[in-house]
């Protein structure tokens, strides 16, 4: 990338050249669209009731996404710095959210509107190729989980899930083991005796 173009325009191109080889004029139009948002420690990015209409990646921080069913709180997925996340049913249905995105330490994002998004995808065909891809792993990543939860039996569930999902290696460092444990469907001491069984037999 070129130097007038900002920290944040380079962080996006290079995700996004992970997925395709995009050009300096392919990148145009979608630099002359995104935005930047710090959010403090504890604030929410969306709440339950409200409308999804951003596709996100996060610069720095941490996204906790969750919801609240019968006062029990129930993960979704983290995003952590260099990856994407919204809504998907929020978004695409216009309705709203079922699900709560709450910064767990200060995070900066940048993000695509949607109004934006669909401009895009009527005019760059890089884009969307890009925004298929994506729209791909996610789905993919979300299918995988699916499936984990379906297991009673919690070492299993802890073996596919690092076996399976990803981004279950950066999850293990950057992601408090209590949240992990509700991401699996588990008690964290529920958790921490299958890790630790695990990494004995390892």
């Known amino acids: 990338m070129k130097e007038h173009f900002s920290t944040e325009e380079n962080i996006l191109f290079n995700f996004l050249s ?31 009731g409200q409308v999804e209409t951003k596709t996100c990646l996060v610069l720095k921080g941490f996204i906790h996404q969750y919801t609240i069913i019968e006062d029990n709180l129930f993960t979704i997925d983290f995003s952590l710095s260099g990856m994407s996340f919204n809504n998907f049913t929020s978004y695409m ?7 709560i995105q709450e910064a767990l330490i200060d995070t900066e994002i940048i993000y695509f509107e949607k109004i934006d998004i669909e401009k895009l995808l009527l005019n760059s065909h890089p884009f969307s190729f890009i925004y298929t891809k994506l729209f791909e792993q996610v789905h993919l990543e979300r299918e995988k989980r699916s499936l984990i939860l379906q297991h009673k039996n919690a070492y299993k569930k802890y073996e596919l899930f690092l076996n399976t999902i990803s981004k279950s290696k950066r999850f293990l460092e950057e992601v408090p ?15 921490s005796r299958v890790k630790k069984t695990y990494l004995n037999k390892a």
């Open 177 to 191: 083991q209590k949240l992990i444990a509700n991401y699996l469907g588990m008690t964290p001491e529920t958790y």
């Open 18 to 48: 992970q997925v395709y080889p995009l050009t300096q004029i392919d990148f145009m139009p979608l630099a002359k669209v995104i935005k930047k948002k710090k959010i403090k420690k504890g604030e929410l990015l969306l709440n339950i």
């Open 93 to 99: 249905e216009e309705s709203p959210s079922n699900q």
